[in-house]
């Protein structure tokens, strides 16, 4: 197949699997410190020169759309607010033929600001994470006293048109899993779409212990009240598998929506599609890969768009089989979610 004179072999490996979802990292920086994330201190941040420019990254994104046949694209930090040149990156992606729909995965912070300038330049759609409903509790999690800018942020998603506006929830053991009930019926009054994921190995500090762990059946279980019906789309490669909320209607008039993400317990590695770009031009195949492939050395050692693509696919090809976390010889990723992005 070709793409604007561009042949197109797509990101295949081994199992017969085919990235066409990209998810790019813009920073490996966050102004929240949440605790199942990173310390307190936060963490040794990539040095800038190591970093991939604006115009670098939008040529990986160039690459993979034309010549690798991505359909997707993802936009994650770090936080990806925090970027300078976001709106223009974003607005580069929008221009490409085919042109790939566009998602921004945020914490909220200068949503509020941003989401009107990112629905122009061309996002289409947008996440925003959000553990609790109490700003007490919200300050205690991520040590910053910023739950009505998040809020904010929200509400600004939904009136620039970033639609559907899907909340992302990580619940923990005797610290937040109460408020199950209370968030999905904050998500329907509001129209947005809220999926819960389960708590993955991911922290810099490495304590994820499966044991405390807010399993999918436990997330289901204290939504009991709702009456969650099975939904009878097909989830496709989507991680989230979802529930239909008998009664409620969200934003677009369509039957309302609940999604859990069981990466742990539940997990749909045969139907993965996604393929990652760190904030300084490493490609991981997975998630919780340990090992990555560098693109930002070719770059900068002028390498064609041929040889870039072909680098991308091989280190696409040998992606395993499954995350492995139940496997006793697994081995947590030495960069934590803030590094990898989502």
């Known amino acids: 197949m070709e793409i604007g004179g561009s042949t197109v072999i797509p990101l295949a490996d081994r199992f017969g699997r085919v990235a066409t ?62 970027r300078r040149g ?20 945020t914490n909220g912070i200068g ?3 941003l989401a009107a300038p990112l629905r122009d330049a061309g996002l289409d759609r947008v996440n925003v994470s959000l553990d609790t409903l109490d700003p007490e509790r919200f300050q205690a999690l991520t ?3 910023r739950h009505a800018d998040v809020l904010r942020g929200l509400a600004a998603a939904a009136t620039a048109g970033l639609t559907p506006v899907k909340i992302n929830t990580v619940l ?17 009054d509001h129209g947005y779409q809220l999926r819960f994921i389960e708590q ?31 939904d009878v789309v097909s989830r496709g490669t989507s991680p989230a598998e979802t529930w239909l909320v008998p ?23 045969g139907d993965c599609d996604r393929t990652r770009l760190t904030a300084d031009g490493q490609v991981r195949n997975c998630l919780f890969a340990t090992e990555e492939s560098d693109l930002r050395k070719l770059l900068r050692d002028d390498a064609h768009d041929d040889e870039l693509a072909e680098a991308w696919r091989v ?5 395993r089989a499954g995350h492995g976390i139940d496997d006793p010889t697994f081995l947590q990723p030495a960069r934590p979610m803030s590094a990898i992005g989502g």
């Open 200 to 230: 993955m190995p991911l922290d810099a500090q490495h304590r994820w212990d499966r044991h405390t762990m807010v399993t999918a059946d436990e997330i289901l279980a204290s939504l009991a009240p709702y009456g969650l019906q099975p």
């Open 315 to 319: 280190a696409m090809s040998g992606k």
């Open 111 to 113: 949503l509020e600001r």
């Open 21 to 82: 979802d990209l998810r790019v990292s813009l920073t490996d920086r966050c102004n929240l410190r949440c605790t199942y994330c990173m310390p307190e201190e936060g963490l040794a941040w990539l040095p800038r020169p190591e970093l991939l420019t604006d115009d670098e990254v939008i040529r990986l994104i160039r690459v993979a759309v034309e010549r690798l046949g991505v359909r997707e694209v993802r936009f994650t930090g770090g936080e990806p607010l925090l």
């Open 172 to 188: 923990m053991r005797d610290i937040n899993d109460d408020e199950a009930p209370a968030l999905l019926r904050f998500a329907l």
């Open 247 to 269: 009664g409620h209607l969200d934003a677009a008039g369509e039957p309302a929506r609940v999604g859990v993400i069981g990466s742990v317990t539940r997990p749909f590695c």
């Open 143 to 145: 040590r910053r006293d």
């Open 86 to 105: 976001l709106t223009s990156i974003v607005q580069a992606a929008a221009a490409l033929s085919p042109r790939p729909t566009l998602m921004l995965t």
